[in-house]
DNA sequence: GAGCACTGC
């Protein structure tokens, strides 16, 4: 993601340090974080708690037998807030104050202030579960509750227990968040303090709609266009919106009103914004409007919290999001338009009153208001488990069933994660508890899902771990395909050199293979329709998987050009998502025998091969399979004779 | 013959 230029103030940084709201409460803060072995931090946008609270421990000796580490949900901002830090403190960063982020480490024997991503502070845990390098552990943005914080949740609080009974140097935990779920922090980590910090937050007057609106989207416009008749044109407005496709025929029917409105009335500039658009086109809503213009930018939730626009005066709140959800007894996760919680749609009111106060009109009625959901459900129980089950085996937690969740996940979910689990061969269950076993322990070193790091540890069987590499990464990165739909015949006649009649994973390493011929070349990717940024990612991704695999002593060879080998390792490792032709033309999934269909991206669309593992399941107008490889029948029951000797036709004629 | 919010290891 792309950040804004800031703009660079004249005031000097010991100056602004002591402007910020939080600096008043400085001595009586660190009073408190001195003797509390826990404290919940409760702080507005803008109190500066996350670049002040690591320098204040820093500058108080507290925590100084071992690092403090700050969690940040995001890359960026724990490598901005470094720098951030490391400026005020005035030394290079790295040094004092460093960050670790994935493919990323920018610290040395001399940092003592450490951002990183929460995900990476949980990778370090599988190393070292009592986390004995840190004294201090500040998990900031608490209240976004993401997979990653809610685990560290409980590996802090264990790592807390053990190094008091092991009479090891104690951990301290810190829990920043905003206003929310406050009382279920300070229940969770043994009725700890809650301590809260004034902020720099102005007055947003909130309107509702007097009568419930059948179309948010006709209700959108019509505020749009009041607010844009009534307001100086230097107001610029923010609308919070589901997806690409309405924010993208949304901008189009304002740009064709704005030319017809009466004069007088000044112009817009109409900006989309969601993180699929071209980079340069998401910088676009960081630049003033020309004078006399209004800019109104239409986002998705991408502009609640990843991305800050100054200026913001007026937000429109549709009061709905696209978000995942996830069916356990399928294992589909379906993205479906749904409400906001009233958290988010405070969240997103906020972002009106940032540099002054602000408007912020809900296209929802005050009754309706009531009845969202105080709390966006946490991650942790919309997710598939099986990636962090795997991971809590192995940081050696003795009774993952029953892991000490702040929000438990549902107990069918904890199950049919530790099933999958089970049928890969990562655990074993004797006697009701489970244990990981020597090949799940190896699949929890890779940052993958377990069914693609199963997948690498087969392919040495069948010397072709060079290709699985390659496949698990791109498979595990963001499509690198580009496919603009005005140029679509381009498109078809690009791919066409690449495409393998043994389905999308064998046509994805063709054109990966052609990228690395040409060593990447820009040119050579725009007139193939390939996105060189995510490639890029792929080889990234790539290099770290193959270091583990080396770490972990596998052969790896290449194949050349035996495909089949390739595809028999897929089949071996991928048997959980096989789907078999039925005698009426139609596909089932052999895991949960639900009917699914070929996706039309796929270049197996127009074959009706007999059986097909496919990448994952999608579910719109129809069950989809996405990304397939073509295989045989007997590769799957070589891989798991029992589970399909009863669910396989073999329908050999 | 479809169309996908946002992160992260």
Redesign the pocket.
Same mark, same amino acid.
């Given at each position: 993601?792309l950040l804004p230029k800031k703009g660079n103030a004249s005031t000097p940084i010991e100056v602004q340090r002591k402007q910020l709201p939080i600096y008043q409460a400085k001595a009586q803060l660190l009073n408190q974080l001195r003797q509390l072995q826990n404290a919940i931090i409760i702080g507005e946008t803008g109190s500066g708690k996350t670049t002040q609270i690591p320098q204040y421990l820093y500058e108080a000796g507290i925590g100084r037998l071992g690092l403090v580490a700050i969690t940040q @949900?995001? !890359?960026?901002a724990a490598i901005s807030l470094a720098g951030r830090v490391a400026e005020e403190k005035r030394t290079q960063i790295g040094k004092l104050v460093g960050y670790t982020? !994935?493919f990323e480490d920018v610290t040395s024997s001399e940092t003592k202030l450490k951002f990183m991503?929460d995900?990476?502070l949980l990778?370090e845990a599988i190393g070292d579960p009592l986390l004995l390098k840190y004294t201090v552990v500040v998990l900031d943005e608490a209240h976004e509750r993401?997979v990653h914080t809610d685990v560290l949740f409980g590996v802090v609080k264990t790592a807390q227990r053990r190094r008091r009974e092991l009479n090891k140097v104690p951990l301290k935990v810190i829990v920043m968040s905003a206003t929310m779920d406050v009382d279920l922090f300070s229940e969770y980590f043994n009725k700890s303090p809650v301590l809260y910090l004034e902020g720099r937050q102005h007055p947003i007057q909130i309107y509702y709609t007097k009568q419930q609106q059948s179309d948010y989207l006709q209700a959108a416009l019509v505020s749009i266009f009041q607010i844009h008749q009534e307001a100086p044109p230097a107001h610029d407005i923010l609308v919070f919106m589901?997806?690409?496709?309405e924010i993208e025929a949304l901008a189009r029917t304002c740009r064709d009103i704005s030319k017809h409105v009466p004069d007088g009335c000044g112009s817009m500039v109409v900006l989309p914004l969601?993180? *699929?658009l071209p980079p340069a086109q998401q910088l676009r809503v960081f630049q003033p409007a020309p004078k006399g213009c209004r800019k109104v930018i239409l986002s998705?939730?991408?502009a609640e919290t *990843?991305v800050t626009i100054s200026g913001i005066k007026y937000v429109i709140d549709t009061g709905m999001v696209?978000?995942?959800r996830f069916n356990p007894d399928s294992g589909l996760e379906v $993205?479906a338009v749904q409400r906001v919680s009233k958290a988010q749609a405070w969240q997103r009111a906020g972002r009106a009153g940032r540099e002054e106060s602000g408007f912020c009109y809900r296209l929802y009625t005050e009754q309706e208001f009531d009845n969202f959901l105080p709390m966006t459900v946490p991650e942790i129980q919309r997710c598939n488990l099986a990636?962090v089950m795997l991971q809590l085996m192995a940081l050696g937690i003795p009774d993952v069933m029953n892991f000490d969740f702040m929000s438990k996940p549902s107990p069918d979910a904890v199950r049919s994660a530790v099933d999958h689990l089970e049928l890969l061969g990562a655990v074993e269950r004797r006697e009701g508890p489970v244990f990981l076993t020597p090949l799940g322990k190896k699949m929890a070193s890779f @940052? $993958?899902e377990p069914r693609y790091a199963k997948t690498i540890l087969l392919s040495p069987e069948y010397s072709c771990s060079e290709e699985i590499l390659s496949i698990v990464s791109l498979l *595990?990165v963001d499509t690198v395909l580009y496919?603009p @739909?005005a140029r679509r015949d381009d498109v078809l006649a690009a791919r066409k050199k690449f495409t393998s009649s043994e389905g999308d994973h064998m046509t994805l390493l063709n054109i990966y293979r052609a990228f690395k011929k040409v060593s990447g070349n820009k040119e050579w990717c725009r007139e193939n329709f390939v996105n060189s940024r995510n490639m890029g990612l792929v080889k990234d991704v790539q290099a770290q998987l193959r270091d583990i695999c080396l770490k972990l002593n596998l052969k790896l060879e290449s194949c050349g050009s035996d495909t089949s080998s390739v595809r028999r390792c897929l089949a071996h490792g991928m048997f959980l998502n096989a789907a078999e032709l039925q005698l009426d033309g139609s596909y089932v999934a052999l895991d949960t025998h639900q009917p699914v269909t070929i996706? @039309? *991206?796929s270049v197996l669309?127009q074959a009706k091969p007999a059986y097909v593992i496919f990448n994952e399941l $999608?579910h719109?107008?129809r069950c989809?399979m996405r990304d397939l490889c073509l295989v045989d029948a007997d590769w799957l029951l070589e891989a798991a004779p029992e589970y399909f000797g009863r669910k396989l036709h073999l329908s050999k004629t």
């Amino acid at each position: 993601m792309l950040l804004p230029k800031k703009g660079n103030a004249s005031t000097p940084i010991e100056v602004q340090r002591k402007q910020l709201p939080i600096y008043q409460a400085k001595a009586q803060l660190l009073n408190q974080l001195r003797q509390l072995q826990n404290a919940i931090i409760i702080g507005e946008t803008g109190s500066g708690k996350t670049t002040q609270i690591p320098q204040y421990l820093y500058e108080a000796g507290i925590g100084r037998l071992g690092l403090v580490a700050i969690t940040q @949900p995001r !890359r960026v901002a724990a490598i901005s807030l470094a720098g951030r830090v490391a400026e005020e403190k005035r030394t290079q960063i790295g040094k004092l104050v460093g960050y670790t982020v !994935r493919f990323e480490d920018v610290t040395s024997s001399e940092t003592k202030l450490k951002f990183m991503t929460d995900g990476m502070l949980l990778r370090e845990a599988i190393g070292d579960p009592l986390l004995l390098k840190y004294t201090v552990v500040v998990l900031d943005e608490a209240h976004e509750r993401t997979v990653h914080t809610d685990v560290l949740f409980g590996v802090v609080k264990t790592a807390q227990r053990r190094r008091r009974e092991l009479n090891k140097v104690p951990l301290k935990v810190i829990v920043m968040s905003a206003t929310m779920d406050v009382d279920l922090f300070s229940e969770y980590f043994n009725k700890s303090p809650v301590l809260y910090l004034e902020g720099r937050q102005h007055p947003i007057q909130i309107y509702y709609t007097k009568q419930q609106q059948s179309d948010y989207l006709q209700a959108a416009l019509v505020s749009i266009f009041q607010i844009h008749q009534e307001a100086p044109p230097a107001h610029d407005i923010l609308v919070f919106m589901t997806g690409q496709e309405e924010i993208e025929a949304l901008a189009r029917t304002c740009r064709d009103i704005s030319k017809h409105v009466p004069d007088g009335c000044g112009s817009m500039v109409v900006l989309p914004l969601y993180a *699929s658009l071209p980079p340069a086109q998401q910088l676009r809503v960081f630049q003033p409007a020309p004078k006399g213009c209004r800019k109104v930018i239409l986002s998705t939730n991408i502009a609640e919290t *990843s991305v800050t626009i100054s200026g913001i005066k007026y937000v429109i709140d549709t009061g709905m999001v696209k978000a995942k959800r996830f069916n356990p007894d399928s294992g589909l996760e379906v $993205l479906a338009v749904q409400r906001v919680s009233k958290a988010q749609a405070w969240q997103r009111a906020g972002r009106a009153g940032r540099e002054e106060s602000g408007f912020c009109y809900r296209l929802y009625t005050e009754q309706e208001f009531d009845n969202f959901l105080p709390m966006t459900v946490p991650e942790i129980q919309r997710c598939n488990l099986a990636g962090v089950m795997l991971q809590l085996m192995a940081l050696g937690i003795p009774d993952v069933m029953n892991f000490d969740f702040m929000s438990k996940p549902s107990p069918d979910a904890v199950r049919s994660a530790v099933d999958h689990l089970e049928l890969l061969g990562a655990v074993e269950r004797r006697e009701g508890p489970v244990f990981l076993t020597p090949l799940g322990k190896k699949m929890a070193s890779f @940052p $993958l899902e377990p069914r693609y790091a199963k997948t690498i540890l087969l392919s040495p069987e069948y010397s072709c771990s060079e290709e699985i590499l390659s496949i698990v990464s791109l498979l *595990s990165v963001d499509t690198v395909l580009y496919n603009p @739909p005005a140029r679509r015949d381009d498109v078809l006649a690009a791919r066409k050199k690449f495409t393998s009649s043994e389905g999308d994973h064998m046509t994805l390493l063709n054109i990966y293979r052609a990228f690395k011929k040409v060593s990447g070349n820009k040119e050579w990717c725009r007139e193939n329709f390939v996105n060189s940024r995510n490639m890029g990612l792929v080889k990234d991704v790539q290099a770290q998987l193959r270091d583990i695999c080396l770490k972990l002593n596998l052969k790896l060879e290449s194949c050349g050009s035996d495909t089949s080998s390739v595809r028999r390792c897929l089949a071996h490792g991928m048997f959980l998502n096989a789907a078999e032709l039925q005698l009426d033309g139609s596909y089932v999934a052999l895991d949960t025998h639900q009917p699914v269909t070929i996706h @039309p *991206s796929s270049v197996l669309f127009q074959a009706k091969p007999a059986y097909v593992i496919f990448n994952e399941l $999608l579910h719109t107008s129809r069950c989809y399979m996405r990304d397939l490889c073509l295989v045989d029948a007997d590769w799957l029951l070589e891989a798991a004779p029992e589970y399909f000797g009863r669910k396989l036709h073999l329908s050999k004629t």
